[in-house]
């Protein structure tokens, strides 16, 4: 009888155990992208090159599945390879399933129907309304909301363009967890006379806040006569102290997006009558939460982000937590975009991505409820059926003419004689300028570092509310079958084959 070779038992068990995590892994990225662009996309020819490559992908790691399993002579027979595959099955099929309806809220668009049909009037709408802000605050855990501490803010490295200012700047939000960002402020008339501020948070672009489209937002609302910030997203740039793939960045970044609130209102001139927030594609759902859950914002124009069949995601800033379902309820980020009403919002959408149904969906969805109130006029929609998924100028130049109207900014500060918005003047700058913290202007000496520690301090800001990892729970048990299951199989094979050598 031929001798058994653990070694060589192992390292088969091991390329197998590869091969299909390989296969698992690129067959869910598959199973999202194909979603993602059936939900409402244009595909373009750079995700139709992604889908091409996941799918050569998956036919290589399973040509090579083969290989593996055919050359491995000292297993054929044995129960290994039908147990990983077994064991492939098992993890596919409810991380499919939980991936599909967490990111795409049932997948259906018609669900607009069945949320229309619970409210006929302003009174109904109303009720509806709070029961959603409950259930986001709830499902981001910010129940109670945590205590709104000192921000101990810091400004440097001013500079002084054509008519604005820019300053590196932090604070914390709670004790130890900082904000970092950069404002920007006119320099032109009475530093003291009132002025709208408006925060632009930044999506998931390659720069972060340093896009230079961000720049150029900050830049000319602020030569209009508006304070601004732009900030970074938890997990991106200078924002270091939680990754953005923890599960709990949804309840960091929607406090912290409510702290820069408070930070502009300290500064000299903030009106906190002018509210306003703008962003795009995950700064678009940080605008429309922000907005939802804070009655200061007074104007919104979230870009190129609501869909009522697209939550967002894979990134966790969007989709980490239950605050579209939750204790009860569950809605869509087209009528969290309506929890603005009656107060001006902008939707702006393009051809190419999830929002290119907004002008016939989720457009007239909210312009009903914003009829409960007589305030039709209040919403607005900016197409852009040619274009795709940015903050490019023509969706910049639909932001400045809007808010500018709503917020009583002085636009003739940005115009050509032909009165199309002029951003020569605007300085891009080089991130390392931008930075907040530096060798100059090191992080804080009490910073904190890791999930853990700052969910500590959101537990003593929130008076000892605990908190729970919702995406965590969901996983452990279908990773810990996947663990026992290949554990198992393994065993039984090497088991097998030692009875017939005996």
Same mark, same amino acid.
């Given at each position: 009888?031929?001798?058994?070779?653990?070694? @060589?038992?192992?390292?088969?068990?091991?390329?197998?155990?590869?091969?299909?995590?390989?296969?698992?892994?690129?067959?869910?990225?598959?199973?999202?992208?194909?979603?993602?662009?059936?939900?409402?996309? +244009?595909?373009?020819?750079?995700?139709?090159?992604?889908?091409?490559?996941?799918?050569?992908?998956?036919?290589?790691?399973?040509?090579?599945?083969?290989?593996? *399993?055919?050359?491995?002579?000292?297993?054929? +027979?044995?129960?290994?390879? #039908?147990?990983?595959?077994?064991? !492939?099955?098992?993890?596919?099929?409810?991380?499919?399933?939980?991936?599909?309806?967490?990111?795409?809220?049932?997948?259906?668009?018609?669900?607009?129907?069945?949320?229309?049909?619970?409210?006929?009037?302003?009174?109904?709408?109303?009720?509806?309304?709070?029961?959603?802000?409950?259930?986001?605050?709830?499902?981001?855990?910010?129940?109670?909301?945590?205590?709104?501490?000192?921000?101990?803010?810091?400004?440097?490295?001013?500079?002084?363009?054509?008519?604005?200012?820019?300053?590196?700047?932090?604070?914390?939000?709670?004790?130890?967890?900082?904000?970092?960002?950069?404002?920007?402020?006119?320099?032109?008339?009475?530093?003291?006379?009132?002025?709208?501020?408006?925060?632009?948070?930044?999506?998931?672009?390659?720069?972060?806040?340093?896009?230079? %489209?961000?720049?150029?937002?900050?830049?000319?609302?602020?030569?209009? +006569?508006?304070?601004?910030?732009?900030?970074? $997203?938890?997990?991106? %740039?200078?924002?270091?102290?939680?990754?953005?793939?923890?599960?709990?960045?949804?309840?960091?970044?929607?406090?912290?997006?409510?702290?820069?609130? %408070?930070?502009?209102?300290?500064?000299?001139?903030?009106?906190?009558?002018?509210?306003?927030?703008?962003?795009?594609?995950?700064?678009?759902?940080?605008?429309?939460?922000?907005?939802?859950?804070?009655?200061?914002?007074?104007?919104?124009?979230?870009? *190129?982000?609501?869909?009522?069949?697209?939550?967002?995601?894979?990134?966790?800033?969007?989709?980490?937590?239950?605050?579209?379902?939750?204790?009860?309820?569950?809605?869509?980020?087209?009528?969290?975009?309506?929890?603005?009403?009656?107060?001006?919002?902008?939707?702006?959408? %393009? +051809?190419?991505?999830?929002?290119?149904?907004?002008?016939? #969906?989720?457009?007239? /969805? =909210?312009? @009903?409820?914003? !009829? /409960?109130?007589?305030?039709?006029?209040?919403?607005?929609?900016?197409?852009?059926?040619?274009?795709?998924?940015?903050?490019?100028?023509?969706?910049?130049?639909?932001?400045?003419?809007?808010?500018?109207?709503?917020?009583?900014?002085?636009?003739?500060?940005?115009?050509?004689?032909?009165?199309?918005?002029?951003?020569?003047?605007?300085?891009?700058?080089?991130?390392?300028? $931008?930075?907040?913290?530096?060798?100059?202007?090191?992080?804080?000496?009490?910073?904190?570092?890791?999930?853990?520690?700052?969910?500590?301090?959101?537990?003593?800001?929130?008076?000892?509310?605990?908190?729970?990892?919702?995406?965590?729970?969901?996983? =452990?048990?279908?990773?810990?079958?996947?663990?026992?299951?290949?554990?198992?199989?393994?065993? /039984?094979?090497?088991?097998?084959? @030692?009875?017939?050598?005996?």
């Amino acid at each position: 009888m031929s001798p058994i070779h653990p070694v @060589r038992h192992a390292w088969l068990a091991l390329a197998l155990g590869l091969a299909t995590a390989a296969m698992l892994v690129l067959a869910g990225y598959m199973a999202y992208y194909i979603n993602f662009f059936d939900l409402g996309s +244009g595909l373009g020819m750079t995700m139709a090159a992604v889908i091409v490559v996941a799918l050569f992908g998956i036919a290589a790691f399973a040509a090579i599945y083969c290989i593996i *399993v055919i050359r491995a002579k000292s297993l054929r +027979g044995s129960a290994i390879v #039908v147990g990983f595959l077994i064991a !492939g099955i098992f993890v596919a099929m409810p991380c499919g399933a939980i991936g599909y309806l967490g990111n795409t809220f049932l997948g259906f668009e018609p669900h607009l129907d069945v949320l229309s049909s619970l409210y006929s009037n302003q009174a109904e709408w109303e009720t509806r309304a709070d029961a959603i802000r409950q259930g986001i605050l709830s499902g981001a855990q910010l129940v109670p909301l945590p205590d709104r501490s000192p921000l101990n803010p810091f400004r440097h490295n001013l500079r002084i363009y054509t008519n604005y200012s820019v300053e590196n700047v932090y604070f914390e939000s709670v004790p130890g967890f900082f904000v970092s960002g950069n404002l920007y402020r006119p320099t032109w008339g009475n530093a003291n006379d009132s002025k709208p501020v408006i925060l632009v948070p930044h999506g998931h672009f390659p720069l972060g806040r340093y896009e230079p %489209d961000n720049q150029e937002v900050a830049a000319t609302f602020a030569r209009m +006569g508006a304070i601004v910030m732009i900030y970074d $997203m938890v997990g991106w %740039d200078e924002s270091t102290q939680v990754n953005n793939t923890s599960d709990f960045t949804p309840m960091f970044q929607i406090w912290d997006s409510m702290r820069v609130i %408070d930070y502009l209102l300290t500064l000299p001139g903030a009106d906190p009558a002018r509210v306003a927030v703008t962003g795009a594609s995950g700064g678009g759902t940080q605008t429309f939460l922000l907005a939802a859950v804070d009655d200061r914002v007074a104007v919104a124009a979230p870009v *190129v982000m609501v869909s009522a069949s697209y939550a967002g995601g894979p990134e966790r800033d969007e989709v980490g937590m239950p605050i579209r379902e939750t204790q009860g309820h569950w809605t869509n980020n087209a009528e969290i975009a309506a929890l603005m009403a009656p107060k001006p919002l902008l939707l702006v959408s %393009d +051809g190419q991505d999830w929002t290119q149904e907004t002008p016939q #969906v989720e457009y007239p /969805f =909210i312009q @009903r409820i914003y !009829g /409960f109130y007589g305030k039709v006029d209040n919403v607005q929609n900016a197409h852009f059926a040619n274009e795709g998924h940015d903050f490019g100028p023509s969706k910049r130049n639909a932001v400045y003419t809007f808010f500018a109207a709503h917020l009583g900014l002085n636009i003739s500060k940005v115009e050509w004689p032909n009165g199309t918005i002029n951003e020569t003047p605007n300085v891009i700058e080089n991130p390392t300028a $931008m930075h907040a913290f530096n060798n100059a202007f090191p992080r804080p000496a009490n910073a904190l570092q890791g999930e853990a520690a700052v969910l500590n301090a959101f537990t003593i800001a929130q008076h000892g509310r605990t908190h729970d990892d919702p995406y965590t729970e969901s996983f =452990i048990p279908v990773i810990v079958i996947f663990m026992v299951l290949e554990i198992a199989v393994v065993c /039984f094979a090497i088991f097998q084959r @030692r009875k017939r050598n005996i």
